[in-house]
């Protein structure tokens, strides 16, 4: 039996580095790599303009080892998971628990105000479980996709409206019809020319530094 | 900026070389119309024509939001929000007076509001349908109606919600519906079918809502990226009013792209295309599509609770509830042709999105669910016949069928007419693939539709079992109005919706486009040589 790797819990630096992302008075970790004007390093993105070469990029860039890293694209490219290594989402869990939720919370509802005051109707009881079926049903669709939306986002860390892929004009074409792959400087691989030399190496149409602005 | 020139064909069109389709007509373009309707069912015809990429598939769409509506738009909305504002006033009225303005009496205490609420949320049936049973049955041709015909789906059940809301009398007491505690403390009857359609619509309109919202995050996202590119490339242009006399004005506002990079960047929450949140909402929508098909079924099916569970003939059947949701999808899918194919004529380039094939395959889905719904009827009919109840049999004989003794025969042959015979067309080729004669069919089967809730409803209740009982209902003014005016509530929401939302699933459509194939024909690699060295994927 293969035995499963234990995550380890992240520690309080990367806790504080998370919650500087999205609160300003929290303060943000010393960068790694600054530029000559001081400015902190994102990351190094590498734009293309085909899906194939953006796919086998994705491919290369996590053979080499790296881990924080993104491949932003316009529309959802079908098997990109398995070119980057991404592990299945947690969400269906999530979203069981909702679907739980509801049909636990409709059928403990209907029964305690059933009870709670006892409504003569043609004699039927008052405890009985078929004609509270349908509300169980639509309360427990209900949450599930509550959770589901809000689950996604918030799995995602949305929302946030700041990022550093937001600070380039030309990184805004992503939603029309380019490609970017996009290795963090948080990376432990990274490495300003040896990262840059990998994405320079894949036929990119052009490989940038993207600067967070601070 | 962003309107495309016409294409290879429509400039063609336009110099006279080729005479097909004038007016925008596709009647007879070749055997193959736009080029989307292939006979072998080994091609895959293609779901964008005239080999768009996929810029320019962000510039078309986007562009209907962008440009300045055309001038029929404001032609359109002028009309329709005026009967909005009818309506409106007509509802108040019956706030301030009383649901005796509605023509209701002892006998039939349901009529038209009944018949409204029931014909809408059926309506509201087909979007939800496009969006959740056809994505798990991998139907990639949906991206291009599901955007549209999911905001039809909310809108109608706004107008649909309307209706038991307004109809219960005292409105102010229509949070008593829900079970909030209050000073009686009573709950509501929870063995009622009326409570369980509170709850069953109430979720409809939430997760439909939710649906839509989630599907249009990255086209929202969209939107704002060029409008915010527009910012920073500094080719963002302020707003005019042409004014009589030919001179401009230019109010003292924010640009509008200032006010969409505000607002479109609001409600796409932040959303930056990253693969690692594509792969969660792919799964989050892929489980929403789960729970959405047994919802819509179940919607309905409640809907038709409210007269299956009674002992009156004419509603006391089992066959409702499948009956109402054929009928449902059926009034839904009718709805949606009828917004669209005008849209096809009058927007640039939306024929190359939504094709002839589009149109024939819902016309498909008309045949089908039209069918379905007659033998729902003839069940219904034959039941009270072999089910030897005197009373269900004269409900239908005497009430419904009959045109000598039946005082509501009209109804009830209108209702077949559009509902059972006129959808038989759709057997003929030539007619599904007509997108004006699929049009003419979707507004008979729209009024079809109608007539079919007003026979239930109306034709069961008039005559009850003392023959002293006996009323007949006519509608007053204000029940005509209500009824025009929850149309053009219906009307303008969808008007603001095409010029103000994305109207096409852009980031959807790209991904069924042959581009966003990543083994497609530009990929370098060879795949028997990719396999051989096992990177499977």
């Known amino acids: ?214 | 900026m962003s309107s495309i020139h016409p294409d290879k064909v429509t400039a063609e069109r336009l110099a006279g070389l080729r005479d097909d389709a004038a007016l925008g007509r596709d009647v007879e373009i070749e055997a193959l119309g736009d080029g989307s309707l292939v006979e072998d069912p080994a091609v895959r015809p293609p779901l964008v024509l005239s080999d768009r990429t996929i810029g320019e598939v962000t510039q078309i769409v986007s562009g209907y939001v962008e440009d300045p509506p055309p001038k029929w738009w404001f032609i359109a909305i002028t009309i329709t929000s005026t009967l909005a504002a009818i309506g409106t006033g007509m509802i108040l009225y019956l706030i301030i007076t009383g649901v005796g303005v509605w023509g209701l009496n002892n006998q039939v205490d349901w009529a038209w509001d009944i018949t409204n609420f029931v014909f809408w949320i059926g309506i509201g049936h087909a979007g939800t349908l496009i969006s959740a049973i056809l994505c798990l049955f991998k139907q990639k041709w949906r991206t291009a109606v599901n955007r549209s015909a999911e905001a039809m789906t909310i809108f109608a059940v706004i107008c649909a919600g309307i209706f038991p809301g307004i109809h219960v009398g005292r409105v102010w007491m229509a949070w008593m519906l829900f079970p909030i505690p209050n000073s009686n403390t009573i709950w509501p009857n929870f063995r009622s079918p009326l409570l369980w359609d509170v709850f069953a619509v109430s979720t409809y309109a939430t997760v439909s809502l939710l649906f839509w919202y989630m599907g249009m995050i990255p086209d929202l996202a969209t939107l704002r990226d060029r409008a915010d590119r527009r910012l920073r490339l500094g080719v963002s242009r302020r707003f005019t009013l042409a004014l009589p006399g030919g001179r401009t004005l230019t109010p003292p506002m924010p640009r509008p792209d200032t006010l969409r990079a505000f607002i479109y960047g609001l409600l796409s929450v932040g959303w930056r295309f990253s693969s690692r949140h594509w792969h969660r909402y792919e799964v989050a929508y892929l489980i929403l599509a789960g729970i959405s098909t047994p919802l819509v079924l179940s919607v309905h099916s409640i809907v038709s609770f409210d007269f299956a569970t009674s002992v009156l003939p004419g509603w006391h059947t089992t066959i409702f509830p499948p009956y109402f949701v054929a009928g449902a999808i059926f009034g839904g899918f009718a709805m949606v042709l009828f917004l669209l194919i005008p849209l096809r004529a009058l927007l640039p380039n939306f024929k190359d999105l939504l094709t002839l094939r589009h149109i024939e395959n819902m016309a498909k889905i008309l045949l089908v669910t039209g069918m379905m719904v007659g033998f729902a009827y003839s069940m219904e009919f034959f039941i009270a016949w072999y089910g030897a109840n005197k009373f269900e049999f004269e409900a239908f004989a005497n009430n419904r069928v009959n045109p000598r003794v039946a005082p509501y025969w009209w109804a009830y042959w209108t209702m077949i007419s559009c509902n059972v015979l006129s959808p038989q067309v759709f057997w003929f080729r030539k007619v599904r693939q007509n997108p004006w004669a699929v049009w003419v069919v979707a507004i008979f089967v729209t009024i079809g539709m109608w007539f079919e809730r007003f026979v239930i409803i109306v034709t069961s209740l008039h005559r009850a079992f003392l023959p002293g009982e006996w009323h007949m209902f006519y509608p007053t003014w204000v029940d005509i109005f209500t009824f025009v005016g929850s149309c053009g509530i219906f009307l303008t929401l969808f008007l603001l919706f095409i010029k103000f939302l994305p109207m096409f699933a852009m980031a959807e459509l790209k991904a069924v486009m042959p581009d966003a194939d990543p083994h497609g024909h530009d990929d370098e690699h060879d795949p028997i040589a990719e396999s051989a060295h096992g990177g499977g994927h």
């Open chain 1, 1 to 214: 039996m293969p035995k499963l790797p234990i995550p380890k819990p992240p520690s309080r630096d990367e806790i504080m580095a998370l919650a500087s992302e999205y609160f300003p008075f929290v303060p943000r970790p010393r960068p790694r790599y600054v530029t000559r004007e001081g400015k902190r390093v994102y990351g190094v993105s590498a734009e293309f303009s085909k899906t194939p070469a953006v796919y086998h990029a994705a491919e290369k860039v996590r053979d080499a080892g790296y881990t924080r890293w993104d491949v932003l694209t316009p529309f959802p490219i079908h098997g990109i998971e398995q070119a980057m290594g991404i592990k299945r989402t947690i969400l269906p869990l999530l979203a069981f628990g909702g679907a739980a939720t509801g049909v636990g919370g409709a059928l403990a509802m209907q029964f305690w105000m059933n009870l709670d005051y006892e409504l003569v109707v043609q004699g039927k009881p008052y405890a009985a479980w078929e004609p509270f079926a349908p509300i169980t049903f639509e309360l427990g669709v209900l949450i599930t996709a509550f959770t589901c939306l809000l689950g996604m986002l918030a799995l995602n860390g949305l929302p946030r409206f700041h990022h550093p892929l937001f600070s380039k004009e030309r990184f805004l074409q992503v939603s029309d019809d380019r490609f970017f792959v996009c290795i963090e400087a948080s990376d432990p691989n990274f490495d300003p020319a040896r990262t840059r030399e990998l994405l320079d190496s894949l036929g990119a149409d052009r490989v940038e530094l993207v600067e967070d602005e601070d």
